[in-house]
């Protein structure tokens, strides 16, 4: 067009020379170079046409919307707070989990299209381009434990897909493309034998293959179930407390149970104290006492007779005798009390008592300190009611000078 436009203003000089110049009025000179100025015009906008055929025709590529069609592609730049609790990022562990129920969309910065990534579980991966629905499928595996993914196809060496998230500092939502080096764990990019940066992507957005979900599904089937989850602790909660509760009134009411178990029975042993303690100042009582302490003093004194140690001497045993005779005399005289039925309720209490213990001490023949103190307080005790009974209480002393 250039060409053309140098060519049509060189006419016009060439024609204007060659007139003559008394031919040449003004008029006819504004004429032709209007002339020429229509041509020029005409040039430049038949040229404009043309350019904008040529770009028209060398942009344009061909679309096709089917690969795209009844899929809800969720982005993260129209997501919130809970895109961590429905998203990709809630099942990275385990990631079979992940790659089971979401495919990933990725899109270089400098591209207005984005690829979307479904892994299968028969081990292939198809990443599709969403504005052209052109395919290619790669075989994948992964390390537990690692957002590292190998993708592999025939007659090609093996290529590393890093997936990160929010939680990246570094790389947030990126996908990152290595090929693979001598050093699996490198990434100097100095090193050749280290692992090499192919490519770096953005992540920006995911799709749910289970169910093929909204943001906004997604969303309130994740309130739902927080509710839900919500409910069930409420309850147990309540149930665990109404157990604490029962428990709590249950050893309550062990220890009322308890406590009452036992002021009856305190209750109990101090009116048989009571009653054993006015039994025992009775006459009766006296003269049931006397003979428990006879009896146990006459066991001791045949535990020991014919020992040169001996817990009751001969002299201490005659004045025992004496007393009890004195003691049983005083009361039956004055209480009429039957003296026999006494005696034989006191041999039974002998029996269960004190018999088998005497028999001990006589078979072992051995000095036992601690009999002679038991004795000494049983013969205290029979003198103490033979001076209150028969003697009336402990006299005065006696002047005898």
């Given at each position: 067009m250039k060409?053309?436009?140098?060519?049509?203003?060189?006419s016009?000089?060439?024609?204007?020379?060659?007139?003559?110049?008394?031919?040449?009025?003004?008029?006819?000179?504004?004429?032709q170079?209007?002339?020429?100025?229509?041509?020029?015009?005409?040039?430049?906008?038949?040229?404009?046409?043309?350019?904008d055929?040529?770009?028209?025709?060398?942009t344009?590529?061909k679309?096709?919307?089917?690969?795209?069609?009844?899929?809800?592609?969720?982005?993260?730049g129209?997501?919130d707070?809970?895109?961590?609790?429905?998203?990709p990022?809630?099942?990275?562990?385990?990631?079979?989990?992940?790659?089971s129920?979401?495919?990933?969309?990725?899109?270089?910065?400098?591209k207005?299209?984005?690829?979307?990534?479904?892994?299968?579980?028969?081990g292939?991966?198809t990443?599709?381009?969403?504005?052209?629905?052109?395919s290619?499928?790669?075989?994948?595996?992964?390390k537990?434990?690692?957002s590292?993914?190998?993708?592999?196809?025939?007659?090609?060496?093996d290529?590393?897909?890093?997936?990160?998230?929010s939680?990246?500092s570094?790389?947030?939502y990126?996908i990152?493309?290595h090929?693979?080096?001598?050093?699996?764990n490198?990434?100097n990019?100095?090193?050749?034998?280290?692992n090499?940066?192919i490519?770096?992507?953005?992540?920006?957005g995911?799709?749910?293959?289970?169910?093929n979900?909204?943001?906004?599904?997604?969303?309130?089937?994740?309130?739902?179930?927080?509710?839900?989850l919500?409910?069930?602790?409420?309850?147990e909660?309540?149930?665990?407390?109404?157990?604490?509760?029962?428990?709590?009134?249950?050893r309550?009411?062990?220890e009322r149970?308890?406590?009452?178990k036992?002021?009856?029975?305190?209750?109990?042993?101090?009116?048989?104290a009571?009653?054993?303690?006015a039994?025992?100042?009775s006459?009766?009582?006296?003269?049931?006492?006397?003979?428990?302490n006879?009896?146990v003093?006459?066991?001791?004194?045949?535990?020991?007779?014919?020992?040169?140690?001996?817990y009751?001497?001969?002299s201490?045993?005659s004045?025992?005798?004496s007393?009890i005779?004195?003691?049983?005399?005083?009361?039956?005289?004055?209480?009429?009390?039957?003296?026999?039925?006494?005696?034989?309720?006191?041999?039974?209490w002998?029996?269960?008592?004190?018999?088998?213990?005497?028999?001990?001490?006589?078979?072992?023949?051995?000095?036992?300190?601690?009999a002679?103190?038991?004795?000494?307080?049983?013969?205290?005790?029979?003198?103490?009611?033979y001076?209150?009974?028969v003697?009336?209480?402990?006299?005065g002393?006696?002047?005898?000078?």
């Open positions: 060409i053309l436009k140098i060519f049509a203003l060189f016009l000089f060439t024609n204007l020379l060659l007139f003559d110049a008394n031919a040449v009025t003004h008029e006819k000179f504004k004429k170079l209007k002339n020429t100025k229509d041509k020029i015009n005409k040039l430049n906008k038949n040229s404009s046409k043309s350019k055929v040529n770009v028209k025709n060398k344009t590529s679309t096709d919307t089917t690969c795209r069609q009844g899929k809800n592609f969720i982005f993260f129209k997501t707070k809970y895109v961590s609790a429905v998203g990022e809630k099942f990275q562990v385990p990631q079979k989990i992940m790659f129920h979401f495919s990933f969309l990725s899109q270089r910065p400098d207005n299209y984005f690829v979307e990534y479904v892994f299968k579980p028969n292939t991966v990443a599709t381009n969403m504005t052209t629905c052109k290619m499928t790669y075989n994948w595996v992964f537990e434990r690692s590292r993914i190998y993708l592999s196809r025939a007659n090609r060496k290529i590393q897909m890093t997936i990160y998230f939680q990246s570094r790389y947030k990126k990152l493309f090929s693979i080096g001598q050093y699996s490198c990434y990019y100095m090193n050749p034998q280290c090499q940066l490519a770096e992507t953005l992540l920006v995911f799709r749910d293959l289970k169910e979900k909204s943001y906004a599904q997604l969303k309130d089937a994740y309130f739902v179930k927080v509710a839900e919500k409910k069930k602790k409420e309850q909660r309540l149930a665990a407390q109404k157990k604490r509760e029962a428990e709590i009134k249950a309550e009411d062990a149970v308890r406590r009452e036992y002021e009856e029975q305190e209750r109990k042993r101090q009116e048989a009571k009653k054993r303690a039994y025992l100042s006459p009766e009582g006296i003269l049931e006492s006397s003979y428990q006879y009896m003093i006459k066991g001791f004194y045949e535990a020991r007779k014919g020992y040169v140690l001996q009751v001497n001969r201490q045993f004045t025992a005798r007393q005779k004195a003691i049983e005399k005083k009361l039956v005289r004055k209480h009429r009390l039957d003296s026999d039925k006494i005696w034989n309720k006191t041999s039974q002998y029996k269960q008592k004190w018999f088998s213990t005497i028999e001990l001490y006589k078979s072992s023949g051995t000095y036992n300190q601690r002679t103190g038991i004795v000494k307080l049983l013969i205290m005790s029979l003198n103490s009611t001076n209150k009974v003697k009336g209480g402990p006299s002393m006696k002047k005898d000078f």
